[in-house]
């Protein structure tokens, strides 16, 4: 199983917007409405910020959202802060009863 | 307050085995599937195993199937995971993962411990 295709970096400055893509198949973000995104900060675990596409958890700021079109999922970020400086991890499920990460992207806030 | 904590990592030589715990408190330990997660050093995340809630099913990622087994003690609240055969490849931050949903799997990880780092080489 491939992993999901990010970009590696993105920037932007406080304030504004960025979306984070993640590119799947048919196989995966495809067929399913089970995509996740997580953030990490460097030196920390990972936390859960959407699921279901574009569900937030309780505690997840309103400033992140995500959404899905075809075999491509997205995060965007609204009014970047400089705590949002971290990695962010997309994950979907797959046909084959597994679970499969895109490579990560670094968002930095000049 | 949910607490995952991993321990018994280190650095093994290759062909050698280790045994991985995870001490679960703050949520009911034996109402949840757990998975264990691993990331390589500057690497993205990688998922490895399953073990449903009453421990009666485990799937594993393809990479570690026939090597690595997961089992868990819901009497200490306890996850473990026993690696054979290590590979250069395995070296990774070994994460234990708690699933989001009650007595279900979703691939979902709302609870992540911080992570213990095996190290496989010679």
């Known amino acids: 199983q491939s992993a999901l295709t990010q970009p590696a970096s993105m920037s932007g400055s406080p304030g504004q917007s960025i979306t984070i893509s993640c590119t799947g198949t048919?196989?995966?973000?495809?067929?399913?409405?089970?995509v996740s995104w997580y953030q990490q900060h460097p030196g920390n675990a990972p936390k859960l910020m959407i699921y279901?596409?574009?569900n937030r958890p309780s505690g997840v700021s309103n400033r992140f959202s995500g959404s899905k079109s075809g075999n491509t999922a997205s995060l965007t970020i609204s009014g970047l802060q400089a705590d949002d400086e971290a990695d962010y991890y997309c994950?979907?499920?797959?046909?084959?009863?597994?679970?499969?990460f895109g490579g990560g992207t670094t968002v930095t806030v000049l | 307050q949910v607490q995952l904590v991993e321990s018994g990592g280190g650095v093994v030589q290759p062909g050698g085995s280790l045994r991985l715990s995870c001490a679960a408190s703050g949520f009911l330990f034996s109402s949840y599937g757990i998975h264990w997660v691993r990331q390589a050093p500057g690497k993205g995340l990688e998922w490895v195993a399953f073990i449903r809630y009453d421990g009666s099913s485990r799937d594993y990622a393809d990479p570690v199937k026939g090597r690595f087994t997961i089992s868990r003690d819901n009497s200490k609240s306890t996850l473990y995971l026993h690696m054979d055969s290590l590979r250069a490849e395995d070296s990774a931050v070994y994460y234990c993962?708690?699933?989001?949903?009650?007595?279900?799997?979703?691939?979902?990880?709302?609870?992540w411990g911080q992570g213990t780092l095996v190290t496989v080489s010679s």
């Open positions: 994950s979907s499920y797959t046909r084959s009863n597994s679970v499969v």
């Open positions: 993962a708690k699933d989001w949903e009650v007595g279900a799997r979703t691939f979902y990880f709302d609870y």
């Open positions: 279901d596409v574009s």
């Open positions: 048919s196989s995966d973000v495809g067929v399913y409405n089970y």
